[in-house]
Every structure is written in structure tokens, then in C-alpha cells.
């Protein structure tokens, strides 16, 4: 059996490398190595756009001090060559690239053109990222003409909202009862994701949940004598960092939560919260009354992690 | 002091900048740069104020008084080429959610950031205690002695808020050899103080138990440099021609280090003043120390060294690849297994010595990804990934020959450390096709594998497989659509011989066997440029086929909808819906004993279900009206954002409820009969309505008020008032009658301590009180176009 999923595997590889081996067809951008009008040409009708973009971060670093031969094409080192959209008189738009929703430009060609200069650290993984490759354009989320927000040139009034954009369970659940301060600008999506891309589960920043968590909670980080092997998996196995209505961010109730796992005579009175011996079980913080140091202990006796 | 003196820095800088003479602050063109200030100065005062007790959840990260406040501040230095961004902002300085930053840049050279920050992070307002919580210096809890009675834990005095306050500072460094080269530099410092709510029982889940103020003094501090190199496009032809075209690569150093000022938290049993200890160990509560010792998160570091590398071939083939390795590590001095003086007198205590002093703990953390992308003809594109993610625990083993159960007993077994190392392994193959302009279909196929060397339960490791397809498109100028579905299944192996008191078939949640789907569509619908309509729908269920107890489902339905109204230019209103609904299903089975041969310890009669029921929504509208062009606006927000979850529980086995299960009592048939849980729920209602009115470029004035209603029902907060705990005589007849107020459960006996007359279980609530709360807010700003922006939900 194991013989015959390596032969699929090697079929299909090699199936892969002849269509890889086809010839492509020329890309658009060979097509259009026509001329460049320079960006004088384009402020003759395009007067409006210049004034709030060359307070832009990119307008200062293309139309007052290029640094690259790109950049040093103006506008153009975005839109593309544009000599023949202005010798006819803007009908021609074919060599153009440009950056609407409903642009004929594939999508892969206008991201192709921010990633010439912005390829480098964030964006080295973009390609082949989960939001490269359902077609998500950097203008989807980016905005240059203008600048809308304190960084990032963001599309929306902040990170939450621009990401809420598509990801509205995500944004809905920072209302929740228990939630991180992202509604109250004190945290932002980039700090656990990397959006651009990464080369982790979820595009997180680091190399796994924990490691991400870590970053602030480090006292959870250990190593502890005393281990409590879901909490050294995944923090997520417990708490859903976007938000719950139960306490602490917990993705079930306690006891019930500690109960998926833990079939215990003790800790199963909880049936019944009118039962007064389940205070110690239903009430508070259920398990953790007791168990207190439920992410690890260090105490010598901390075997149950009560000390 | 590093924090404080930092924030002086920042606070001197923003008076300078607001002390700088108007005249000069106008954006004349100077040869030497311009300097612009702008800032907001206001009051702030409650129309209806919570009483600090029910401020809980209000303040939960933030900080609201009343009074003079500064909102906003900005200096901002032009240089005279206009290249270059050089600012320093400030918000709600002085609050004890203030925030700074620093920001100097130079596109396409640098980029240097310094933000600092406050953030509260309240947990409970409604705490009550006669002792001395949370001296932090010390980190002694202490009761006084005699302890309290009951009603001196009940007619305590509120402890006040308890909460951590969280200041962390960031520095970032972005700097730019070439365009080739890119260096980066961060540094974050994390600082928290203050106490967070923690539990202790002193003698077992009998009690007494009490929960404390654990003081909190702790430093995290993140330092990672990095050095980025991007070849651009490759023009040179040399012994690898025209198949490189292009990359590049990331070397980043990271350390982080964990400091814990505290090292052990001493708690005062709430029972005892005099530590007890005698030969024979009855279960009781008059056995034990007066006085336990937690411990806290030990100091531990982690460094860390990743490699990124990029190459882009032909057909636009783009293989990345990466390794990141870390080491960490904690070696804090173990603490005594115990803190009983009277236990000195056991004939095993020599026994409960320490192998070695501290644990030397050591894991090591690999993780390994290969990635491929390639566009062998235009339309379509081929992807391929690995990644290798290992988790292994190089600590040497330890033991205690033996061991202290809770200050009470030393039990004459070994206990041995054991960890769970594991690696996770996912693979992954995918296509992608263009079928018109902006418009592809997706298909792909995941595989994970999850080893634990040893295994741990039944289970050594399980295997996921998850197929997907995803359809995107935004070919119409009216639609974009994105849509997925994902199915999976997992599955474990291993061989494992339970013991005799395990449960059969209680499968982990995260380990059992699994079959799963997702489905996602995402829509946004623009049928005139005035008009903009977001779709969601989200759907995901999970079952667990092999589970005989433990988690069974968990379905959850998202629905969501978004309106942007813009019928005029001067006029925009939005408004917006979601909904979340989760059901998830357990089973449990109630072991009154855990001795194998008795009839109580596997009778189905005892078994029963637990239905968790979820539903969130949250729905928001808002509008925005320009009343008079560049001058006056008007806006307005309302949400009302609801959360409720319900446990349903019922003995599941179809016998009638009560009825006696052979070799059962009437007693434990009663103590096993399931019954729902109270329904859980919390509603926040924030509404905004504000006016700006612009005088001219440098002056404008907003008048804002806020309202926030919030009610919260969650009766494990709140203290049941049990009026009969007779089992025998049926069901207890219980009420809520408000916040834990820290004494629950009977009083113990007098036995051992003439003082023992206190109950077993004290609380200091972790809750939050419902509020109605009012503000107005009236801000004058100077030059609000160069204010930074608003943020935070008690603004716009």
C-alpha cells in the first residue's frame, strides 16, 4: 500500500515538471515594454491624485527621492508604461495596470508589481501565502494614493476593521464576553498573524501557537517539573484567543472543559450545580479552584498542579 | 523605573511641543524643517457613574475618570526636502491606559518606532476578604489569627479592583543598506504589576480552599535583529543562466528572557492558625498548615535562530524554505515540597528530599518548511508545502521518592516527571486555476501527522486528511465572491492497555478521531457605487465517531451581513448583523467510586449528556453626516453586542430520572441525576453620539457622549444559597443571591482549632458587576488635521 502512494506521489511530480517545462505564454509586462511618458504627462489630467499622495510614505519615496530605477519612473513604476495611454489621449489603456477591483490586470500582476520593491522581510513569503493564493490583491487591504491610516497605508480605520473586512466571525468575537484588548487599540491581528505570509499554521508570528502566545505570556513558556501535556501542545486546545463567552477565554464552561479529558470520580459531581457538595467543582473557576497552576508547576508536590 | 523614565521623556517632549509659540507652528516652509503640534484637551464627566464596584467590566482595559483630560497630542517635525516623518504622539496621557510613541522615518532608508503603552487588565471589582491580600512585596496573603468567621468573610471589606497593569514598550528599527539589504531591529519590553485573583486548596478538592490576590511583578523582554537580503531581478548571466532569477533571504537572532520577581506566594488557610499534623491522616479539615506556599511561574529564556530563503525560477516557480530552532530553558531553584512545621514529625519527611536543586529544563523546539510554487502555464498554479514541527524535552528525568499531598500527608510513592514531547508533520498539495479574468477554483489536499513519542492515553499519534476546493471571484464590477469547503478526518493509532480505573473509550478531544467539515462564503454585493453589501456564511461540524465518552459534536453556523449606505457625499450610514451559533455534545459517565469491582463504578444509570449551546450576536449601525461642509459633522454609533451559553445536562441512559440503580442508594442516584445549568449571559449596549465642529484649520471642538449599558447573569459567579443539601430528602432547593462573597459550603468542625467556624470555600469573585454608565466628553483640538487618528471603542 505505502508503495503504491509513492508511485501517485512520483507520477504526479512528474507530471508536474513536464507542464512546468511547457512555454509559457509571454506575460502582459513582456508585452508592454512600450515607452514611459513620465510622470509630468500624467499630472496633466491626473492633477488631483498628486497632492495627497506625495504626503504618502510611497509618494515621498517615488516622486521626491527615488532611490531605485523603479521608483525613478514615477508613476509608472506602478501603472506601467503609459506613453501610448497619453498619445491617445487616455483612450488607450493597455499597457496600464491598474489596481481596481474589476481590473482586467490579473490579480497576480498587480501584486507582482508592489513585490518589486516590497519583497523583501514581511512579504519574502507572500508567495504561495493562504491569502496569495485565493487571489487577494495588496489593494484589497492597502490603499497608497492617500494615506487613511497611522501606518500600513491600510485600507480600513485599523488593522481589526480591515481585516474584519472578510473575516467578520474574527472581528465579531473581540465583542465577546472574554476577549483580548483589540477593540480598545491596545492590540492589533499582526500581533499574533502574519498577513504577507509565513511559513507557520494560521500565518502566525511564530513558529507555532505556543511560541506566538509566548511572546506575551511568557511566564506560561516553562519548561515547568511538572507538565500538563495539552497546554505544552497548543494553547488553543483550550482557549480560543478571539474571543469566547466563557471566562478567560476558555472554548467550553468549566468543569466541563477539564471533563472532555478527565473522567475522574471526583470531578464529576458537577452533574448537579444545586448539589452543595459541587460548589468546589461548578462555581468560580470550577477545576482550577484547586488545580490553580493548570499551565504547569514547578513546585515539587505541584503534581496536580495545586501548588 | 526604565518605564517611568521613558514616559517623563515622552511627557517633557509633548509639553515642548506644546509650549512651542503658535506663530511658529504654522506650516510656513523653512529652510530648517517645519514643526507642527496639534493637540486635544478636554473634561470628561460621568452623566451616570457606576459605584467603583460595578466599574469592572467598564474598565476592564481602559481607563475612564472624570476630569481634565489630554485625548491627543502631536509634535511633528517636516524636514525641509518634505522627505521624512518625524513625530511624537501621545494619548490619553496620564491615564492608566496612556500611550506614546516615537516615530522617525525616512522612506526607503529607515524607520525607527518607540511605543509605549499602559493596559489595565481588570479581573474582578466585587472581591471581598478580612485578610491582608496581595502585599506584593512579600506575597503573603495573611488572615489575622484567630482566623475570621463566617461572618466576617461575608461583611468584609471590598478588596478593590484587582487587576495587572500591563506596560509594554516596543522599539523597531527598519533600516536599509541598499535596495538590496534590510536591517531590522526589535526590542519589547513588557512589564506587569498589580495582583490577579488565584485559588489554593489547602488540604485536597474537600477544602478549606480560598482564593487570594497573587502579586504580580513580572518582565518580559523580546530582542530579535534580523538582516534581509532581496537580489531583485537577476540581469547577469553566470553558471546558473537565467534558471535563478531572483532571491532571498532572512537571518534572524532572537532571545527572550522571563524574569519573575516573585518566586513563591504564601497563602494563610482560612481554617487553621496552628499547622496540624498527626499519624493517622483522617480526611478532615483539621489536619494541615496554616499557611501553604504556591508557586509562581518560574524566570525562563528562550533564543532562537531562524533562516528564511526564497528563489524564484522559471514559470514563475518560487521555492521558500526555512528553519527555525529554540532553545529554552528555566532552571528557578526548586521550593520546599512543603510548609507544614508540624510535619516535621512524620517518620517519611527525610524521604521528601529533593534530588537536585532546580530542574535544568531544556526543550528544544525545531521547526522545518519547504514550500513550492509554480505556474507551469499561465492559468494555472501548483503549489506544494512541508513543514516539520518538533517539540523535544531535554530536561533530565526527576523524581521525589516521596512526596507532600498538599501540606497534609506524605505519601510514600515515587512520583517521576514526565514529559510529552511530540512532532507534528503537514503536508500539503494544491492547484489552482484560472477559469476566466479574476475568477479561479482551488483545489488542494493536506495531510497532518501528529507523533508523541511516548504515547500518552490510547493514543501515539493520529493522522489528518483534508481535502479542500475553494472557488474566488471578482469578475463583475457589482460581485466578488470567495467560498471554501474543507472536509477532513482524523484518525489515532497506537496500542495502549488501560488500567483497570480508566475510562474505556474516552477519547481526548484533540486526540480522538474526528471527521470534520468547513464551509465558507464570503460575498460583497455592490449593485450602485452608492450601495456596498457584505455577505458571510460559515459553517463548521465536527464529529467524533469512536468517542464512547467525551466530546461527541460541535456544530457552529456564522451568519453575518454588512450595509454601506452612502446616499449623498455628505451622508454615509452603515449598519451591520452577525450571529454565531455553537452546539456541542458531550458524555460523561458519573463515578460516585472508583473501585473497579463496585456497581457504582460503571453504572449507565449514572451516565449523562451535556449539550453546550452558544449564541452570540452582535449588531451595529452608524452614521456619519457632514452638516455643513468642513465644518460641522454629526455621528453616531450604536451596537448591542449579546452573548449567552446554556448547558443542557441529562442523564442519557432512558431510565427514569431518580429511579435507583441496583446496588446504588437513593443518595448517590440522587447526587448523579443531572439537571441543566442556569443560563450564562452577558449584553453590552455602547452608544455614541458626537458633534465636531470646525472653527477653522487650527481650532475644532467635539462634544461626545457615551453611554454603556451592560448586564451579566452567570451564576458561577454569583453565590448559591442552599436551603436544604439533604440528599436524601430530594432535590436542594437553590437560589442566587449575588456575587460570591467569599464563604461557601459548610463550616468545618471545631476540632483541632477553637477558631474553625469559617466555611471551606472563599471566593473574591472574578466577576463583573452589571453597569449603566453616561459620559460627556468635551475636547477642544488644535490643528485636528494633524492629530493621530482616534481609536478604541469609546471613540470612533
Redesign the interface.
Known sequence: MHGMRYLRWLS?GVT?VT????P??A?AQQKAEAGYAGSAACQDCHKEFFEPF?KT??G??IM??P??EH?KKGCESCHGPAKSHAESGGEDKSTLISYR??S?T??AARNATCLACH???AR??W??SAHE???VACTDCHVVMHDK??KGSLRQ??VLATCG??H??KA??M???AHM?L????MECISCHAPHGS???KLLIG??VN?TC???H??????????H??V???CA?CHDSHGS???RMLK???P?LC???H????G??A???????S????????C???H??I?G???????FF?? | MRQMSFATACVLAGVLAVAVPATSQAQAKKTTGTFTAAAEIGARAFTTEPADIDKGKLEEYRSLPAGPLLERARLQYTPADGYGTYQLTLRRLGALDQSMWLQASRPGLYNFNVRYDRIPHLYSSTGRSPGNEGAAALGFNTLPSPRPDSTAWKNAPYIGNIRTIWTPIKATLDYAFSEAADFQANFTTIGKKGGLPKSISFNGSGGPQREYVSPIDETVNNFRVAQSYASGPRTKANFLGDILKSYQGTVALEYSKYNNAITEVMVDNPALSTAAWATTMASSTIWGTNTARVSVAPSNSASTMSFVGAVLLPFRTRVTGSLNTSVQEQNDAYLPQFNNSAMLAAPNVALTALQRPSLQGKVKLTTVNVSATSHPIARLTLGAKYRNHSYSNQTPPDSTLNWARSDRQIDATQQNTEWDPFTKVNTDVSAAYELARNASVAVGYAVEDFTREPGVFAVDGTREKIPRVSLDYSGLSWLSLHSSYTTSQRRFWGHYTESAIEVSGNRKFFMANRDRTRTNVMATITPVDQVSVGLSFQTGDDKYPESRFGMQSDKSTTTGVDIDWTPVSRLSLSAGYARENVDNVTLYRYRAVSTVSSPLFDNPLFYFSSTNKDANTTTFASVNAVLIPDKLTVKATVSVIDGTFHLLNSNYNGSPDGAAAQGATAAQILTAKAEDWPEVSSKLTPVTLAVQYAANANWGFTFRYNSETYTNHNWQQEAPQFTSTGLLGGPAATTWTGNLPGNIGAACTTVGNATCATGQYHFLGNNYNPYKAGWLTFTVSWHPSALPHELGRSTF
Open positions: 504526479a508536474a507542464l512546468a517545462l511547457l509559457a505564454k506575460s506625495a510614505g510611497m515621498q519615496a521626491a527621492k532611490t531605485s521608483a477591483r474589476t482586467k490579473p490579480v519583497e523583501k522581510t519574502t513569503l508567495v504561495g493564493s485565493r487571489n491610516t497611522e480605520k485599523s473586512n472578510c467578520k466571525e465579531a468575537s465583542g465577546k464576553y484588548p477593540g480598545e487599540g491596545k511559513a507557520n499554521e513558529s507555532s511560541e509566548f511572546s506575551c511568557a511566564e506560561k513558556r516553562g519548561p515547568f517539573m511538572w507538565e501535556m495539552p505544552t501542545e497548543s486546545n463567552n466563557k471566562q467550553q464552561a468549566l466541563r471533563q472532555q479529558c473522567n475522574t470520580p471526583h464529576q459531581p452533574a448537579r450545580p444545586s448539589d452543595a457538595p460548589v468546589r467543582f461548578a462555581y468560580n473557576k470550577g482550577v479552584n484547586c490553580s497552576v499551565h508547576s514547578n513546585h515539587p508536590t505541584g503534581i495545586t501548588r
